[in-house]
């Protein structure tokens, strides 16, 4: 629903890949340029985007006033043939109510790669059939691996300098 960075590579796929139709919702929307690059829609509520898609991909960050944002209310205003793609935080959905909703066909199926209580997964969800289940793969390319690798040796490098590491844990 967030249209940041991640959703724009999503969509990347989606509407160039797929030839789908892309519509969002987002507090803080991207440039115009953005939006026609993707000839996307943008929807007015979090409500009109659940209503309007086969596809519901969730990209926003976890916590605070996004904790079960999805939740029975709001899945029971998808389509019954849409799917709910779950790669932002594990607490954004309301995994209970998901659970039951895939269980009563109020949604056709769902995706998922974050879980409410990591690295416990609900154990319907490990059982249904119209749910994909992996673990967050999110940095599992080689160019996010690499850049990884290469910012912990920085970190090092800058420590043996005499320098603050740039990402100081403690």
């Avoid at 030839?19 to 929307?29: A, C, L, N, R, T």
């Avoid at 029975?72 to 959905?93: C, H, Q």
């Amino acid at each position: 629903m967030v249209f940041g960075r991640i959703a724009q590579a999503v969509a990347q796929k989606a509407h160039f890949g797929f030839g789908m139709e892309v519509s969002f919702f987002d507090p803080y929307p991207p440039s115009a340029e953005v939006i026609n690059k993707f000839s996307a829609k943008q929807l007015d509520t979090v409500e009109d985007v659940l209503r309007d898609s086969d596809f519901v991909t969730l990209h926003c960050p976890g916590g605070g006033s996004n904790t079960n944002l999805l939740n029975k209310e709001r899945l029971g205003m998808m389509k019954k043939s849409a799917f709910l793609i779950n790669t932002a935080r594990g607490d954004v959905v309301d995994e209970p109510a998901l659970v039951q909703a895939l269980k009563d066909g109020v949604i056709a199926g769902a995706g998922l790669d974050v879980f409410a209580k990591e690295p416990t997964v609900t154990e319907d969800l490990l059982t249904m059939e119209n749910v994909v289940l992996l673990p967050h793969l999110g940095s599992a390319t080689t160019e996010t691996r690499v850049a990884m690798g290469l910012r912990s040796l920085g970190n090092v490098k800058a420590f043996f300098d005499g320098q603050e590491p740039g990402d100081r844990v403690a």
